[in-house]
């Protein structure tokens, strides 16, 4: 008793506290390749046996060869890139707007009670349903589209920005205050800190909703991109067409996304969340 | 360095925190405030800091009334609050105007963290939080600092642990502390004077004095007869206001 009061442990990281070796496993991306091969077999069993119409849904070697074709003859570059060109703009402008907007409604209270209402209004209206409107004013080409998508960035962006923003901890505000932070500080040194893990979900969510409205877009009179390239399949009669714009779709959703959460972690990685192994 | 004369705070929502409290705290000297919870004392320790404003009184640090938060004034609280996206070094360093690796390195040095300096609050022990934390008090060495019950979410061992590291700190430049505690044992360790509140609203009841060398041994004849005495004093200062369900809010900020 006495000797431990004398010279009391002191803590530390307990050594023994590594993460045990675990066995070698198949790599992650090996796993989640498993369910889209079963799927993409089974289909090509079926349409080469038969037992699926190939006329309505072709086979998948079809649609590699449709791909293929594209891009040697067909002008599938071009294509991937004018939609590509579409979303990143529209992401751009849409999720600027929204974190310029999302951070003040965010930080003042003023602000905050003058615009968040009109916005959370705004919100409810089906972002399509401004396509009729916005080929008036703008016309039907580039200007429309880029703002379409933009629109439908701006408001996943700017709701979970301004709330994220609005929730950091009000304890580690009071640090600011003890420092004698004045607005700009705080915002730049504990509000947006605080709420980039929250925000890099929201410009993920944008992003995917940016591909969504691109299709929407390009079905009203576009001449090029992967939305014409749906509606040109539909009225020439070439499934083909459409899965191999679709698998498209899918490619490039998933590989921007990819990049813009990677681009995240790199801001995030001092998150003290729980990893999946520990509760299942 | 500390004046604190006839200071009330009313809420917003109406309670009546503290009432008429005065107390100094002379430069170097350590001040300890412990009373039942909710009696007004970390209410005190915010107005102080110039976290709070009071409704009546002045309060004055190092002579010049308290308009808001100062760098004289350093601060920690129950929590570390250190944030989670910065290492311990730059946990350290936040409250520099000018970043200053020499600076923050002293003071790490002084909380025992240096092995740490590049960890990130998620890998550290409770008590190495809470120790960043001082840390960051004490990089600007701040003339005054306060602490609201820093140690009373920590083990027992590492609280013994972390208030011999503050009596250290202390010993390094000597500030004034103002001390919000509820432990009587943490207060009789570390203080000159402890005073004793009650509640609500809240004001002093008592004053101790402590007249026993430092490092103060707890088993010691007279720190069992403070014990004693202070355990006297809450007692009675929990009897004088008992906080019942009626009259008990926490305020409301």
């Not at chain 1, 944008?206 to 991109?225: C, K, N, P, T």
């Not at chain 2, 105007?97 to 963290?113: H, K, M, N, S, Y």
């Not at chain 2, 004490?138 to 609280?159: I, N, Q």
């Not at chain 2, 011999?164 to 000597?174: A, F, N, P, S």
């Amino acid at each position: 008793m006495t000797r431990l009061l004398a010279k009391p442990p002191r803590d530390r990281i307990d050594p023994g506290a590594v993460p045990s070796q675990r066995r070698k496993r198949v790599p992650r991306w090996a796993v989640a390749l498993i369910v889209p091969i079963v799927i993409v077999a089974l289909w090509e069993v079926g349409a080469v046996t038969g037992t699926i119409s190939t006329r309505l849904i072709p086979a998948p070697s079809t649609i590699a060869a449709t791909i293929g074709d594209l891009a040697t003859g067909g002008d599938l570059l071009g294509h991937v890139v004018s939609t590509t060109t579409r979303v990143l703009a529209g992401f751009v402008l849409g999720a600027l707007v929204a974190t310029l907007l999302g951070a003040a409604t965010g930080v003042s209270e003023r602000f905050g009670t003058l615009f968040d209402p009109t916005l959370q209004a705004l919100r409810n209206i089906p972002s399509i349903a401004w396509t009729p409107l916005f080929i008036l004013w703008f016309g039907i080409f580039e200007t429309s589209k880029v703002l379409m998508i933009a629109l439908g960035v701006f408001f996943p962006v700017y709701l979970t920005f301004s709330g994220a923003i609005a929730s950091v901890d009000r304890r580690l505000v009071e640090v600011g205050r003890v420092y004698g932070f004045g607005t700009t500080s705080m915002i730049r040194r504990i509000l947006l800190p605080a709420s980039l893990p929250t925000y890099v979900i929201g410009l993920r969510n944008g992003l995917g909703l940016g591909w969504m409205f691109v299709v929407a877009a390009e079905f009203l009179g576009a001449s090029q991109g992967l939305g014409y390239l749906l509606v040109d399949g539909q009225q020439t009669g070439r499934p083909a067409v459409i899965i191999a714009s679709i698998v498209m779709f899918a490619l490039l959703g998933k590989v921007t996304d990819r990049l813009l959460s990677s681009a995240g972690a790199r801001f995030t990685r001092w998150q003290d969340g729980f990893t999946r192994e520990a509760i299942a | 360095m500390i004046e604190v004369a006839g200071v009330s705070k009313r809420f917003d929502s109406g309670l009546l925190a503290v009432s008429e409290v005065d107390l100094a705290v002379a430069a170097s000297e350590i001040v300890a405030v412990i009373g039942p919870s909710g009696c007004g004392k970390s209410t005190v320790l915010r107005l102080i800091a110039g976290l709070e404003s009071p409704t009546n009184g002045s309060v004055r640090v190092a002579g010049h009334r308290v308009e808001g938060p100062d760098r004289s004034v350093g601060v920690v609280f129950q929590e570390p609050r250190l944030m989670p996206w910065l290492t311990v070094e730059r946990n350290v360093s936040f409250g520099l105007a000018q970043p200053d690796d020499g600076v923050t390195a002293e003071a790490i040095e002084r909380v025992g963290l240096s092995a740490f300096a590049r960890s990130l609050p998620k890998e550290l022990s409770g008590g190495m939080a809470q120790r960043t934390a001082i840390a960051r008090a004490l990089v600007t060495k701040p003339p005054v600092l306060l602490l609201d019950e820093p140690f009373s979410a920590l083990d027992a061992f590492t609280r013994i642990d972390l208030q011999e590291h503050l009596l250290e700190v202390w010993g390094w430049y000597r500030p004034t502390m103002f001390l919000v505690t509820h432990d009587i044992d943490e207060a009789l360790v570390l203080a000159d004077r402890v005073l004793v509140f009650s509640g609500q609203p809240g004001s002093i009841q008592a004053e101790l004095i402590l007249d026993l060398p430092r490092p103060r041994d707890r088993t010691d004849h007279a720190f069992h007869a403070f014990q004693d005495l202070a355990m006297e004093e809450l007692g009675r200062s929990m009897q004088e206001a008992p906080p019942t369900l009626a009259t008990f809010r926490p305020p409301v900020d």
